[in-house]
Structures are given as C-alpha cells and as structure tokens.
C-alpha cells in the first residue's frame, strides 16, 4: 500500500510514494523507506493510527542495516533516532509542528 507522506520540513513541499511494509517488531508496526528522497518512514504501535514519524536524510545502507538488525528498535534507538531530522506526520501532511519541534528539543 502506497501511502502519501511529506518531507521532514514543515512546509509543505510535493508529497512522496513510500510503500509502508509489516516488519517483526515489538515496537515497530510498518515502515517503508523512498531511496530516491532517503526518508525513512516508520509507524510505531504505540502511535495514534495513521501518525508515522518520517526520518530523513537517511542513507540506504542505514536502512539496510535496520532491516537486517537482530532488533529493528535498538538499531532505530543507536544509529537513526539522534542521527536524522525526523518529523511527525500523518496521511495528509504534517501534523504539528510545534510538537515536532518540542519533542526535537526534549520539552515533552
């Protein structure tokens, strides 16, 4: 499934096709990842439906490595979480902003 999702900014720049795939992962539910724009999108369990983080710039080999890794969460935890930008967003766009930037600057 195709799913609609915007750059990590918070303007609302041409929206991408990331395909979203089921992974085995206890926090992780989908995640789909557009080289030709290297965001990584990942929809957690814990989130509201249809909320997914996009992570960007991220490398392909980054996200080879998560799809490989042992624990797909303790490799989002070391090499991708407070590495790349990443902002909130759902199926139309950006949710937030102010959130965003709030959670980037740990006030919540």
């Not at 096709?17 to 814990?46: A, C, W």
């Amino acid at each position: 499934m195709n799913s609609p999702i915007v750059h990590d900014k918070h303007t609302r720049p041409d929206q991408v096709e990331v395909h979203m795939q089921n992974v085995k992962s206890r926090s992780i539910r989908r995640l789909g990842y557009n080289p030709d724009t290297q965001q990584l999108v990942i929809q957690f369990y814990d989130s509201l439906p249809g909320l997914r983080t996009v992570y960007s710039p991220v490398p392909q080999e980054v996200f080879d490595g998560l799809m490989n890794a042992k624990s797909m969460m303790q490799y989002l935890e070391e090499h991708i979480r407070y590495t790349f930008d990443f902002a909130l967003v759902d199926e139309d766009g950006l949710v937030d902003p102010e959130k965003t930037r709030q959670i980037r600057n740990g006030e919540i």
